[in-house]
């Protein structure tokens, strides 16, 4: 039951042209928890700046939005808003330098453990109360080097391993549970501890991610690679027939092939990826089986297929360039070159920030008032939106 | 409504030592009482644990809508008074807010099996019972089609009883014959024989109509278009069994009625037939598609078979015996032995990959009474083989029970509104 929460660090706000003009925050969805907005539990269903009254806002960052927390991080500091309380600094108080994140997991209970860039896992402790969590770091000299780290909504974990600088081999394994995974990373010479799955792939992963039932891997050679429950064509590749590759183990998404895909994003029963080139594509469904919303573009896309989602400002345009694209559980939210939003699918809790009743956006719909929209990230029914 | 609503918060606060909704983890279970519908969007899963956090939080949402509607009706003077009128308008069906908490009541036993709190629902579902037995609908002063169709003349009939047999008599049979049978008059005993004709006796134990039930709505389940979706069970009546030409075909098949709304359940009971020990399955049976992943049955598995005229179950086979019962109405069976298979063009994997290899490709529809010529030739170009395989036919009437041996493919289409039950044994 547990939500994608994954996301690499090289895609980090950056004042790219130099200038850094402050960057802002803004919050549209599900907020039971007063995980978006304090003080009050109702859905916030339009875009409102992120308040935060305890650390200054400036160069915070989400590290993940699940149902019921928010996790920012500023520096080496990481705190949260909803749920699950915790308030820590990554490398204790020694830690002269920005420490950066790689991969973050979690699910509809919290935050649970975070990969750093250097190979370091910080797990999430409760206290016994409840009242209080900090994170603490696993890694030893003797833990195994991983770089990539994905949970799935079935609790299945998959990683990457670290590669050599020039090594071409991308390793995988996969877990059945996080404390399988756990239990390995203690004492990896344990027989009993030994992954689950163990898959090999030509070239380097840049980003691993996970949705409901499935893993999807972005390679620095811009190839796609999907597996998992195959239902509502969520791999957007096919499983049987001559030449393909089984649900179970990893296949490339030939829909995709030639093109050079810069990041992808995942959540629910979808996912997507854009390329170089700023075209963006979008596969799987809206909604857990038997939901009967769906969306547009998706519904019109066959088995094995994905569907190429254009974007116009207004209807006599050119396609805008894609320059980041995020997924909650059964919405996506996209940002364009030219600083825009465009958002469809689930509205029941707000999570589209279009201040619209509407429980489901069938189509693309761009969300006004918003400008020069940075960066964009999902939780499951919330979405975050950077701006300058 | 409020007294109602006090003792379902009260039994929530409950909770086994074991109960496995604490495993949902406390995020869900500290909004339950107050965002009851967030966490039921959370709980859509199979495990036990989300299932018993979708019951809880169902439960919750009945407790929310109780107080509201309570809150609605305190305001008014004479509130008894106008809780009756309230109800007896209910034709006003946009303001009903007992069909409201029907919705959440219903879909919360189908999603959810109720696993930890059967009896609440029970209880709701009784007291709001009492709310309805004096609602009068439309439909109840209409009655279902039950014209008696034409005689079928057959080659190839059904074997069929002149009298009732007993369980040992179905028994020497079954020893010695492994084909079907129809016996005549074995349930003329059900009180569903006579209270099924009127469709007011179904509105009566459904909550007004207002219990929810799962219709399929297409020519087949092998038709394009086709789809299934939950209604209320007077939408299912008024739209798809009085009228005499509906727009679409609409047919409560293949479910547990009786699980869901037990006063049916005394109405029928179960054949002493299904108690018999069957032989042996033969080497073409043992081939039944779906029979190597089948458990042994501790008791028939019962389900109901609801439809208007014209609806048809395409040429299937079952990994099961099956005693079909038919209560009300007029269907047309066609059956083939299993060593017919090969003749019989089975499916495969369909694109969404779900077997249907118990299912023929041959559309039976088209071919068993005015036939046309084209029709039949094309059959026999795509279908070469089928023309050789050997039948047997009938028409199964009122107070008649079919036994249908294992793996033994049958065609079914009805020929007037027909209310059927079936018993699954092995």
Known sequence: ?388 | MQSLADDVQDALRTYAADDAIKLCGQASLYIIATHPEKVMDLAHDVPEHWRRLFEDASLHKVVELLRAHSKDTDLEPDAKRRKTEHIVVASNRNHDWLQEVVNVLDRGLSLSGAPGRPAIFEHVLEQLHQLTVDETEAEERKSFNLEKPEVLVSEYPVDRTSEPLDLEGFQTRLDTDRTPLIITGAIEEWPARRSWINPSHLLRHTLGGRRLVPVEVGESYVADGWSQRMMPMREFVATYLIPRTPLETGYLAQYDLFAQIPALRDGISIPDYCYSTPPPADADALKTAGLASVQQLDEPLLNAWLGPKGTKTPLHTDPYHNILCQVVGYKYVRLYPPKETCRLYPRGVDEKGISMHNTSQVDMSQLWKDARAEDVERMSQDFPLFREAEYVEGIIGPGDSLYVPLGWWHYVESLSTSFSTSFWWN
Request: aromatic fraction near 8%; charged fraction near 20%.
């Open chain 1, 1 to 388: 039951m547990s939500e994608l929460k994954t996301r690499t660090a090289g895609h980090r706000q950056t004042a790219n042209d130099g200038a850094s003009k402050p960057t802002s925050m803004l919050c549209a969805g599900l907020n039971a928890h007063s995980q978006l907005q304090a003080g009050t539990q109702a859905d916030v269903r339009k875009f409102t700046p992120v308040e935060d009254i305890s650390t200054p806002q400036k160069g915070a960052d989400v590290l993940f939005a699940g149902w019921s927390t928010t996790v920012f991080s500023s520096g080496n500091k990481i705190w949260t808003q909803g749920f699950q309380p915790i308030s820590s600094t990554l490398g204790g108080n020694a830690a002269h330098e920005d420490i950066q994140t790689r991969s973050v997991i979690g699910d509809h209970d919290g935050f649970l453990a975070l990969l750093t860039t250097s190979g370091d896992l910080y797990t999430v402790f409760s206290s016994s109360d409840a009242q209080s969590a900090t994170l603490q770091l696993m890694t030893t000299e003797s833990s195994p080097s991983i770089a990539l780290i994905a949970f799935a909504g079935t609790g299945r974990i998959a990683l990457t391993f670290k590669q050599a600088p020039n090594g071409n081999l991308c390793h995988i394994a996969e877990f059945n549970t996080l404390d399988r995974f756990l239990a390995w990373y203690r004492d990896p010479s344990d027989s009993d501890c030994y992954p689950d799955k163990h898959h090999m792939l030509p070239g380097r992963p840049a980003q691993l991610l996970a949705n409901t039932a499935s893993f999807i891997l972005l390679l620095e050679n811009g190839e796609v690679y999907s597996w998992g429950d195959p239902r509502h064509q969520s791999l957007g590749r096919a499983i049987n027939g001559e030449g393909t590759t089984k649900a179970d183990v990893p296949g490339i998404v030939e829909a995709l092939g030639g093109l050079k895909i810069t990041k992808i994003a995942s959540g629910g029963w979808m996912s997507a990826a854009f390329s170089e080139d700023g075209a963006l594509y979008l596969w799987g469904a809206a909604g857990a089986p038997g939901h009967d919303r769906s969306i547009r573009c998706l519904r019109e896309a066959g088995a094995g297929e994905v569907a190429l989602v254009e974007l116009l400002a207004s209807a006599h345009d050119e396609p805008l360039d894609v320059i980041d694209v995020a997924i909650g559980d059964a919405h996506v939210a996209v940002a364009t070159s030219d600083g825009r939003l465009f958002v469809v699918g689930d509205n029941k809790d707000g999570q589209l920030g279009l201040d619209s009743a509407e429980d489901f956006i069938e189509d693309w719909t761009e969300a006004r008032g918003l400008s020069d929209v940075q960066r964009v990230v999902c939780g499951s029914n919330s979405t975050y939106v950077f701006v300058h």
